[in-house]
Nanobody, 125 residues
Framework: QVQLVESGGGLVQAGGSLRLSCAASGRTFSTYVMGWFRQAPGKEREFVATIKWSGGTYYTDSVKGRFTISRDNAKNTVYLQMNSLKPEDTAVYYC???????????????????WGQGTQVTVSS
């Protein structure tokens, strides 16, 4: 069982930055694939970024060059650095974890077994 707790959300003006953190419980964190998703009001939850246990990363096109996912296995924490934020980035951001497997990047909701409670990010124009 893995428990995930996000933090770092808030209100920021367009062009600003935020760093989200996700603290994970469990002794096998370093072997898990970690991901960030987001859900805007009235929309489905969508993939944002993922990082393998090896450090390989993959992003949705809309955040490439602006967002960076990273992990600190010693602290059981994954981060999402968000720069050049836009109003369309406004959403609840969720951290997710999946037992590692395969060579593909996990971009689907159903790939992940564990979810955090979410943290609100609001970008004003």
């Amino acid at each position: 069982q893995v428990q995930l707790v996000e933090s770092g959300g808030g209100l920021v003006q367009a062009g600003g930055s935020l760093r989200l953190s996700c603290a994970a419980s469990g002794r096998t964190f370093s072997t898990y694939v970690m991901g960030w998703f987001r859900q805007a009001p009235g929309k489905e939850r969508e993939f944002v970024a993922t990082i393998k246990w090896s450090g390989g990363t993959y992003y949705t096109d809309s955040v490439k060059g602006r967002f960076t996912i990273s992990r600190d296995n010693a602290k059981n924490t994954v981060y999402l650095q968000m720069n050049s934020l836009k109003p369309e980035d406004t959403a609840v951001y969720y951290c997710a974890a999946a037992p590692s497997g395969g060579n593909t990047y996990y971009t689907q909701v159903w790939n992940y077994a564990y979810w955090g409670q979410g943290t609100q990010v609001t970008v004003s124009s």
